[in-house]
Structure formats: structure tokens, C-alpha cells
């Protein structure tokens, strides 16, 4: 074990089974570690950097924030936090943002919303939150209680009160927990990320739609893994015409720095009064100067190569030896291998490619503007390790 590794192992808490490389630098998809072997990175730091690695306009907009203003709280009016809630506003028509430092705040603040709606609508029995089986919505207690996966809950309980969980693409099953209980709100990811890169089918997510529109129920999409370009559209939701009334978002959004994102539409945009809900870091400078550059970047052009570099990957990776299905959305990919995805991305890894998992799968979160032709090299090495014996 190296140095770091020794250091790192004794001083860090063991919540990650990292992987034995030291990242040092990098430039675009292109990750260097301390030996100077080169990887192709299709990771982004669990889909953060997606204008990839010493990205020159947000480093720009960062270091020129950093000269300027550090940070101020949120008890004073800084100019970064409020272009920033206006780009997306006006990317998306939702009317309010409320910034945070993560995804899971980001949901915190998304469920605090939907409970205060629902209680002041309906009344304060109204507080049940449907989420799906299989989802995944950050490690506070709250959010791991609408994460609807077993494995999370374990050793934590007892979780907030008040989630219920709805099976995927089972219209019938979500209506009858819709009929049976006093629910304030439907959440979900329109692409299950940790749960594996699966699309919700069309017809479930209209179904939602009508169910909320029909029952005055909140419609929440986490769009923390799925958003800021990921799928060929700004937000996921946006590939379904759908309107929901919240959204949360961070991820890419933050482009290498934390934040968290809370949108609400116009029927929401007011829950929320002074003291309510705050955060110290929520709204810093440097953050928004970055996240402001990388939303301005999110056009048309770059969303178009997003869906061509997907049609790619996905035309090449079916149907070749070794890979039983691709699922996904846009540069959200997840690969079905023969062998497990554990030791596909290790062997990956050998050659000088970096993917991540997801469950049983392979995932693929590369940066949104990798060039063609490193994707090309390392879609090759996939098949060409996926194949092996
Ligand atoms: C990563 C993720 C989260 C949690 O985000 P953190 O920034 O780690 O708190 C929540 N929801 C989804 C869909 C995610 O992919």
C-alpha cells in the first residue's frame, strides 16, 4: 500500500471501498495518477465535472470569484446566487430556486416544501411522500427514507416517517397507494441512477402526471444524477413533457463544486417564508460563479452532441459479445455485462479506462463534451474486456 493509501486508510472513514488509484490531475476526460498513467475518464466524479477536467470557463469563473468575493452568508445579497436562480428559472419556467450544498439537501429542501403545501392545502395528516422501489435520494436520514432500497435502511432505522415506497412502472399499484393513503407528493427519478440506469417507461411517468394534476398531489423529480444536460435535454423530465412542481438538482450542476439546487414552479414558489429553511454554505459565491458557467454552457449544440455521442455508445456496445443489454438516457449509460461489472470496470481500469458501477451494471456518466475520439478508444476497451475470458 502506498503512502496516501496508508494515510488515507488510516485517517479517513471507511465509508468508500476505493479504488487503488491515486488521481492526481487531469485535462478534459483525460485522468492522470501519481505513476503518470493516463485514463480515459467516462466516471466525471460520479457525473460532476461534465464540461470534464480544468474546464478553462469555469475555472475562469471560479478564480475570478475567488478574487473577488469568497463568501457572505446568506443574510446579504450577493450577485452570483441570484444569475444563478435566474439562468435556471429561465431554463426550466420554474419561478424560485433555493440553493443548498448537495443532492440530498437539495431533496431535504424538496420534501420540506412538499410537506408544508400539503399540510396548509390539505391539512397536517396530508404528509405522505411516494417515492420508488429501487430509487435513490441521498444518505441523511430523511433522504435515505425515500430511497427505496433495503440495503440503505439497514442499521439506521428508525428513518423519518412518512415514506411509501411504489414499484417502478406499476401504474396500478401507485394509484392504489395514491387511494389508500394522504399523500403530499410523488418523487421520483426519471432514470433510476444508483438503482441501476433505468428509465422510467413513458407511461408511468404520464400516469404520475395525471395522478398529481387529477389528486392535487406534488410532482418531485430528483434530477440530481439525470439533470444539467445529462440525457439530451437540460432536465430529464423535459424528454417526457412533463411539468413537474419541484425539482432538485446538483451533480454537474456544480460542475466540481459542491451545491444543490431546489426549483419550485409557481404553485410552490411561495411555501416556503422567511426561516423556514436556510444553510449556511447554501447560495456560495464561488459555487454559483461555477454552476452559472457551466448552465450557460447547457445549449442546444451541446445537447445534440449528447444525443449523438449516446446513439453511439449505445449502437456500439448492443449486441456485442460479452454484453447482454445497455440501458439508459443521453450519457447516462448502463452496461449489462457476462461477467460481473466489479471486474469489468477493475480490468477497465488495467487498460486505462474509467467507468463506474450501478447495482449489477456497468455505469457511464463520461463528461457531456468528451471528444469522439477518446469515447471511441475506451467504448473499445469495454467490449474488448466485457468479451475476454
Ligand atoms: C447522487 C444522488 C443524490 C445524492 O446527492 P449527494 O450530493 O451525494 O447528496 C440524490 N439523488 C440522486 C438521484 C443521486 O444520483
Not at 441570484?82 to 426550466?92: G, P, V
Not at 424560485?96 to 391539512?123: D, H, L, Q, T
Not at 477493475?346 to 456518466?365: H, N, P, Q, S
Request: contains cysteine; aromatic residues 8%; neutral net charge.
Amino acid at each position: 500500500m502506498s503512502e496516501l493509501q496508508n494515510i488515507d486508510s488510516l485517517f479517513v472513514a471507511n465509508t468508500y471501498n476505493r479504488f487503488p488509484i491515486e488521481i492526481k490531475e487531469g485535462n478534459g476526460s483525460i485522468l492522470k495518477d501519481f505513476n503518470g498513467k493516463e485514463y480515459i475518464d467516462l466516471g466525471s466524479g460520479i457525473g460532476v465535472t461534465i464540461f470534464g477536467i480544468n474546464d478553462k470557463p469555469w475555472k475562469d469563473a471560479v478564480i475570478n470569484q475567488i478574487n473577488t468575493l469568497q463568501h457572505a452568508s446568506n443574510l446579504y445579497y450577493t450577485k452570483p446566487c441570484a444569475d444563478l436562480a435566474k439562468a435556471l428559472c429561465e431554463k426550466t419556467g420554474m419561478k424560485k430556486v433555493f440553493f443548498g450544498n448537495s443532492g440530498a439537501e437539495a431533496n431535504e429542501c424538496a420534501i420540506k416544501v412538499a410537506r408544508k403545501y400539503a399540510e396548509e392545502k390539505k391539512g397536517n395528516d396530508y404528509y405522505k411522500i411516494i417515492t420508488l422501489v429501487n430509487s435513490f435520494h441521498g444518505r441523511t436520514i430523511t433522504t435515505l427514507a425515500a430511497t427505496g432500497q433495503d440495503v440503505f435502511h439497514k442499521s439506521f432505522t428508525p428513518l423519518t416517517d412518512g415514506f411509501l415506497y411504489a414499484k417502478a412502472n406499476d401504474v396500478d399499484g401507485l394509484k392504489e397507494l395514491v387511494k389508500n393513503n394522504k399523500v403530499a407528493a410523488i418523487m421520483f427519478e426519471c432514470v433510476q441512477g444508483e438503482g441501476g440506469v433505468l428509465p422510467l417507461n413513458a407511461d408511468f411517468i404520464k400516469a404520475i402526471d395525471d395522478i398529481c394534476k387529477s389528486e392535487d398531489i406534488l410532482m418531485v423529480v430528483d434530477e440530481v444524477q439525470t439533470g444539467n444536460g445529462r440525457t439530451g435535454k437540460m432536465y430529464a423530465y423535459m424528454n417526457f413533457g412533463i411539468n413537474p412542481d419541484i425539482v432538485s438538482t446538483a451533480k454537474g450542476l456544480g460542475g466540481g463544486l459542491p451545491i444543490g439546487a431546489c426549483l419550485m414552479n409557481e404553485k410552490v414558489q411561495n411555501v416556503l417564508k422567511f426561516g423556514d429553511h436556510g444553510s449556511t454554505f447554501g447560495g456560495n459565491p464561488v459555487a454559483c460563479a461555477g454552476a452559472l458557467s457551466i448552465v450557460n454552457r447547457i445549449d442546444d449544440k451541446l445537447l445534440d452532441d449528447v444525443k449523438a455521442k449516446s446513439e453511439y455508445v449505445f449502437n456500439s456496445l448492443n449486441g456485442s459479445e460479452g454484453i447482454e443489454s445497455v440501458s439508459g438516457l443521453g450519457l447516462m449509460i448502463g452496461i449489462k455485462t457476462v461477467k460481473p461489472a466489479k471486474e469489468v470496470v477493475l480490468k477497465c481500469m488495467e487498460k486505462g479506462v474509467i467507468c463506474l458501477t450501478a447495482k449489477d451494471k456497468v455505469r457511464l456518466l463520461p463528461a457531456l463534451n468528451i471528444n469522439m475520439e477518446d469515447l471511441k478508444k475506451a467504448v473499445e476497451i469495454i467490449k474488448e474486456v466485457a468479451k475476454e475470458n
